[in-house]
């Protein structure tokens, strides 16, 4: 009776948590909620907008924003891209994926002129092609 108490006391001295399967699940999902997240793509460009008093709506997380300075500049992911390159930035999105939005975000100092040629390229795409502007609320 002797011999079996020290052999339950020796088990005891030598049980241990292995945390290696912890830190490997806890690495694992710390991947699938990186690679899961969804990213917000901003334009590149501080575009003062025009106040709205009508209805306004959150933006979606996935569409392609493009924004035109005050100086009639045409921003797309960070470059000056121009009014001509909007059209194959859009088609290019819209043949990945029909259903995504365009957002224009005009600084209210910019050209009705420039406003009007780039909604034109957006709408040369697709007429179906969902156009959002993008204002500040009052």
Request: net charge negative; aromatic share 8%.
């Amino acid at each position: 009776m002797g011999r079996f108490r020290a052999a339950a006391a020796d088990d005891d001295a030598e049980t241990a948590i292995d945390m290696s399967p912890l830190i490997d699940c806890v690495f694992i999902l710390l991947i699938f909620f990186i690679v899961t997240t969804v990213f917000v793509e901003e334009t590149g460009v501080d575009v003062n907008k025009p106040q709205s008093g009508g209805t306004a709506s959150d933006l979606e997380k996935t569409s392609i924003l493009i924004a035109i300075t005050d100086q009639d500049e045409v921003v797309y992911g960070g470059a000056n891209i121009g009014p001509k390159a909007v059209e194959g930035v859009v088609r290019q999105q819209f043949s990945a994926n029909p259903d995504i939005p365009v957002i224009l975000q005009a600084d209210e100092a910019s050209s009705h002129g420039m406003f009007a040629e780039v909604y034109q390229q957006i709408k040369a795409v697709d007429d179906s092609i969902k156009v959002s502007f993008a204002t500040e609320r009052k």
